[in-house]
């Protein structure tokens, strides 16, 4: 055996075990695909981002267990990671995370993300397993002018719904919420990534999150897609808190009211996402986002 052999056989690999899910569906291959590093101490920050390019999906979320009695106290710690960059929060990574995380029976699974202390609470509800969380509070954002949005997404004018604005709002990311008058004109958005960022560049919003009130499913409240520097999104969890809030803030939903927002279809991953928030005095409070979650694969990488 010569010696490149030999230091070969006695390299000490690293294990690490990830788990693939489905989020935002109650049936597989559909809604927003996840990987979930279970158990992500000794990777390097560089080693995260790497991990998320060659997962090549929307998200990566890597767990960090600690000590019981800190995890008690402060939940568990996750950070999360697209192609690109690490998020401070991600809507389908926190809720898929937290079901994996889930003990048999357990009531709530609290994460302890870079926004903050994000809890999941779960349910049985029709049949299947349902898990919702709740966002931080909102920060309603600017006002956008519907000409220049336009011309950013490559639609014409009249394509925007005219009788709802387009608004910022964060609940840790920011979204531009674009009401759009018709699924045709929503169907029909094919926009270039690189002239929407620059538009975004000088806003307060980070995305856009496109809706019509014109839905495939009868029973949905809004029809949504969201495209980014990494492709179209299935399901968005983090844009429909975003969404929720300006639901009740602009009459699409009442306060307190569950509803049904439906995306992915355009890229063949069905997703279904409920929302709702409750009104104050102070404003739009209380964002909750919820769905389902399928368990597809488990392996190990090698490093």
């Not at 063949?268 to 919820?290: D, E, L, M, Y």
Request: proline letters at 5%.
């Amino acid at each position: 055996m010569s010696n490149s052999r030999k230091r070969t056989s006695r390299r000490k690999w690293r294990r690490f075990t990830v788990v693939k899910v489905d989020v935002f569906s109650a049936r597989p291959l559909e809604g927003n695909q996840l990987a979930v590093f279970l158990d992500a101490r000794g990777l390097r920050d560089a080693e995260m981002q790497a991990l998320a390019r060659e997962m090549n999906l929307a998200e990566t979320t890597f767990v960090l267990p600690r000590p019981r009695a800190i995890e008690s106290k402060q939940g568990v710690k996750v950070r999360i990671f697209t192609v690109r960059e690490e998020l401070e929060f991600a809507g389908h990574p926190t809720l898929g995370t937290a079901f994996l995380l889930r003990k048999a029976k357990q009531r709530e699974v609290v994460l302890d993300l870079k926004v903050g202390r994000i809890a999941v609470r779960f349910e049985e509800l029709n049949g299947t397993l349902f898990g919702e969380m709740q966002q931080r509070d909102p920060v309603m954002g600017s006002f956008h002018d519907k000409g220049a949005v336009a011309l950013a997404a490559g639609l014409e004018p009249e394509a925007i719904d005219c009788d709802l604005p387009i608004q910022t709002v964060s609940t840790g990311l920011p979204f531009a919420i674009v009401p759009l008058r018709s699924l045709a004109a929503i169907r029909a958005l094919s926009p270039s990534w690189k002239r929407m960022a620059e538009y975004l560049e000088s806003t307060d919003a980070k995305f856009l999150y496109f809706v019509t009130r014109e839905t495939v499913d009868p029973k949905a409240r809004l029809h949504a897609r969201m495209i980014f520097y990494n492709g179209e999104d299935p399901a968005t969890g983090s844009a429909a808190g975003c969404c929720a809030a300006w639901m009740v803030a602009h009459g699409v939903a009442r306060p307190e009211e569950r509803v049904l927002i439906e995306q992915g279809l355009e890229i063949r991953r069905p997703s279904r996402i409920f929302v709702r928030a409750s009104r104050t005095g102070n404003g739009i409070v209380n964002v909750r986002v919820g769905g389902n979650v399928v368990k597809l694969m488990r392996g190990e990488v090698l490093l």
